[in-house]
């Protein structure tokens, strides 16, 4: 019995229904990417993409599997509580955001931690303040420190100024101290670069160090019964490692898919939870359409092997943790839905799980998929689903 959850990163399907809240109201990456970038996406088409939102390119079909909608329950809109959701536990309280920059108090402890002086210490794109500050940060050897609309701590350092493992062990201690109280942000982030004046670029090396689960999660109840529970991508850090028996590292969309690919064609059993990143990371926040459109079809063809490769007991759940319209003007996360496409020999077809209220719903029915007991957060849709 096999569990496959892939998670588009940023991929959302219309405002959530508190996007007010978030100053994302009109927000709907996959309809208005479309509506300046028409996709061809015949493998999610006929998962039922295209009874999510409007898409232009993508036509309502009947679906070959389930489909629905999830609305997002956490108070947030970031990568960390949309994953921990999915998983089944719901954040109530928000992870601190620093729109003014972080407070000294932090600044002097990431100078005392690393031995370097600090700039930047504003809310920036990370594309954009590398080129903005790269100069100075190879001539002073400063960490350029920044944040965003979610709640990270990004420090960016040239590979030639601060080796990779000199700046991944100052962000490591940077999360130790701030674990806990009010400077626990969601994740911190390191953002290595490489190039020469004006010609800035980040490389693949970034690497996360996120907080424990503020809980138990149908991850940790699986384990816990002997399950294997496989990380592919950047899950395993989102989580911080809990309640995972083995991790598939990845840096780009390419290398997930192989791991995926790699994974269904072996004998494990079990779950798999991964994660695509590059819609989100290269294209969404530096509102590229072009690139992220690209991305999509590019995973939309990949899509076909996978699907090839399901087997009689396999189940495949296609999903996001939240939006990143690239046609607003923000370059941050939106707050939205997020489509739900569920597919399997033994899954009913053309079916509409309908409107959820949380994206915990898939935990509550995975659990009942492998016949767990677990009370964690969700609404299971097993029993809807299941031939």
């Known amino acids: 019995m096999r569990v496959l959850i892939l998670v588009l990163d940023g991929v959302g399907c219309g405002e959530a229904p508190d996007a007010v809240l978030y100053n994302d109201v009109g927000s709907n990456t996959l309809s208005n990417l479309a509506k300046l970038r028409p996709l061809f996406l015949p493998n999610l088409q006929k998962l039922g993409l295209g009874n999510t939102t409007k898409i232009c390119g993508v036509q309502p079909t009947e679906s070959v599997g389930c489909w629905g909608i999830l609305k997002p329950k956490s108070a947030g809109k970031d990568s960390t509580t949309g994953h921990w959701e999915i998983a089944g536990l719901i954040t109530h309280t928000p992870f601190p955001v620093f729109p003014n920059g972080f407070p000294e108090e932090v600044i002097q402890k990431i100078r005392e931690i690393s031995q370097r002086n600090c700039i930047g ?52 201690t940077i999360r130790n101290e701030f674990f806990d109280g009010p400077y626990a942000v969601g994740r911190v982030i390191a953002r290595p670069f490489l190039g020469t004046t004006n010609h800035y670029y980040r490389t693949k090396n970034r690497h996360d160090w996120t907080l424990d689960p503020k809980g138990t999660t149908v991850l940790d109840e699986l384990k816990k019964n002997g399950i294997s529970v496989t990380s592919i991508g950047k899950v395993y850090d989102l989580f911080n490692g809990k309640g995972f028996t083995n991790s598939r590292p990845t840096k780009t969309n390419r290398d997930s898919i192989q791991e995926i690919l790699s994974w269904l064609y072996s004998n494990e059993t079990g779950i798999a939870f991964a994660n695509l990143i590059d819609f989100d990371q290269l294209y969404g926040h530096r509102n590229d359409i072009e690139g992220f459109a690209n991305a999509l079809e590019q995973f939309d063809a990949d899509l076909y092997q996978i699907l090839c490769h399901i087997r009689k007991e396999d189940i495949l759940i296609i999903t996001s943790d939240h939006g990143n319209d690239p046609t607003t003007p923000s370059t941050d996360h939106s707050r939205e839905c997020v489509p739900l496409l569920v597919f399997g020999d033994r899954i009913r077809k053309n079916y509409f799980i309908g409107i959820r209220e949380t994206y915990a719903d898939i935990a509550k029915t995975i659990a009942d998929r492998f016949d767990i007991s677990w009370n964690g957060d969700g609404t299971s849709f097993w029993k809807d689903i299941a031939l």
């Open 121 to 172: 210490n504003c809310v920036a794109s990370g594309t954009e303040i590398i080129q903005r500050l790269g100069d100075e940060h190879i001539q002073s050897g400063a960490l350029i420190v920044y944040t965003s609309a979610d709640s990270v701590l990004q420090i960016a350092a040239h590979e030639e100024v601060v080796p990779l493992e000199e700046l991944y062990q100052i962000c490591n």
